[in-house]
């Protein structure tokens, strides 16, 4: 008599991949916008916190128009942690667009380009429109062929049937044939939630309907209640999209099926310059849909990094798209002190120039003490699920002490694998073993004032 085995299957989920600032969820103030001294997942620098948070305020109150932020401070001080913190502050319908100053160099693009895109990017604008829509959960979905008018042996496709539930009831729809193209590029099936736009005929699949949640023991759907009304109803959709989508799709050239029309396009450049002529219509469009109401602008977040490695044109286009009314939030990080604009002999303080400097808020970051540090390595280590005892945390501050912070957070992960190897949290002996296997920086550079030519 064979016995049956009953395996209990748990809900998959999806993981996500823990980045460096991952665990930042906003500046962590209170609500008299004084920090907290660990809140949020940032710790210490409660000045530059406390600025950061009036700037978050001048910027929902639209008073931020052609200024910008500039995060001065050493390396590992927190400057991209901040500047993530303010964009979690505003919101994450608010585009952030983070670049590095040396993305801006490219054989195929101008720099004043990149940046011209980058600056897009990181301007939404939020389209809402009533549009007609049937919505419901598929209860029949069947194509209804004919033979092909062109004679031939093939058939095609002359409607679809397509049943529609709600809360409130049925509705059976006769769809044309390119509709029916359009069910299957989004995998439309029995049992999934869509809606279909009256005026355009587009598709859109919601999910599947949670009648169907219990079918399987592992699945990776989401799953949606039935929509309630009618299945022919009015719809308020809101799209948000960013100045640089809208460019970028009216740049596409709308090439023919022919084979020279095919053989051209994919022969030409895969990065092509928009035209400014092509970003002013856009402009005008996107002003008119802001006075009639029907769209609002979103100001972004446009986040560039190492600053310092932009060139003096790069910096002259910058002055003049600060002063646009289609202009994002700038915020910008170095690390340099007094050092030569590029580009020019010029030495500037952070190695940007003066008339530049002028319509920045400058925000400087300190250096961490040993117990803020303690702090970090605390919590990152809860966030990356690492188990660490306190002789061996504080052991680990201290050589982020002598060495830098990012030295100290860069042995957590390889001394949690020596630990699982050992089938032990971490211990003080285990961050000793990992830290003679790498050195820092600082420790590197010694060796090198030691030694002349190659190293020995």
Do not use: W
């Amino acid at each position: 008599m064979s016995s049956s085995v009953k395996i209990d299957v748990q809900k998959s989920s999806k993981t996500k991949r823990i980045a460096a600032h991952t665990h930042i969820k906003g500046l962590g103030l209170r609500e008299d916008g004084t920090a907290l001294p660990l809140a949020a997942g940032l710790v210490g620098q409660t000045q530059a916190r406390e600025a950061a948070g009036i700037v978050v305020d001048l910027i929902r109150c639209k008073k931020m128009a052609g200024r910008a932020l500039l995060m001065a401070g050493a390396p590992g001080t927190g400057k991209t942690a901040l500047a993530l913190g303010i964009a979690q502050e505003l919101g994450p319908k608010v585009p952030f667009c983070p670049m590095i100053g040396s993305e801006v160099y490219s054989h195929e693009v101008k720099k004043t380009e990149i940046l011209a895109e980058n600056f897009r990017r990181a301007i939404g604008l939020r389209i809402e429109e009533k549009k007609e829509v049937f919505e419901g959960e598929v209860t029949e979905l069947t194509p209804e062929e004919t033979e092909n008018p062109l004679g031939g042996y093939g058939k095609t496709i002359a409607h679809v049937i397509i049943g529609l539930k709600t809360v409130k009831g049925t509705k059976q729809l006769k769809l044309d044939p390119t509709i029916y193209e359009s069910l299957q590029k989004e995998r439309v099936a029995v049992g999934d939630v869509i809606y279909i736009e009256a005026n355009s005929g587009s598709v859109k699949r919601v999910g599947r309907s949670d009648a169907y949640a219990t079918e399987v023991d592992l699945e990776a759907e989401e799953y949606v209640p039935l929509p309630k009304g009618d299945v022919h109803k009015t719809k308020k959709i809101v799209q948000d999209v960013t100045l640089h989508d809208l460019d970028a799709a009216n740049s596409r050239p709308k090439g023919g099926s022919d084979i020279m029309s095919v053989m051209s396009q994919m022969l030409r450049h895969k990065k092509t310059e928009i035209t400014e002529k092509l970003r002013m219509e856009i402009n005008k469009i996107v002003n008119s849909y802001i006075e009639q109401g029907i769209a609002e602008l979103v100001p972004g977040v446009l986040f560039i990094d190492e600053v310092h490695m932009l060139d003096i044109e790069c910096f002259t286009y910058l002055n003049k798209a600060l002063e646009s009314t289609l202009a994002p939030i700038v915020i910008l990080a170095t690390n340099r002190g007094t050092s030569v604009i590029r580009g020019t002999e010029m030495v500037s303080p952070h190695g940007i120039p003066v008339d530049l400097l002028d319509r920045l808020l400058i925000i400087r970051t300190h250096t961490y003490a040993y117990d803020e540090i303690l702090q970090i390595i605390k919590v990152r280590a809860e966030v990356e699920g690492i188990k660490i005892d306190s002789d061996s945390l504080q052991f680990l501050a201290s050589i982020g002490a002598k060495t830098s912070l990012r030295h100290c957070l860069q042995l957590l992960t390889p001394a949690n694998i020596l630990a699982k190897t050992k089938d032990s949290v971490i211990t003080k002996e285990v961050v000793e073993e990992v830290s003679s296997y790498f050195l820092d920086s600082k420790s590197s550079a010694k060796i090198l004032l030691e030694q002349s030519g190659f190293i020995q």
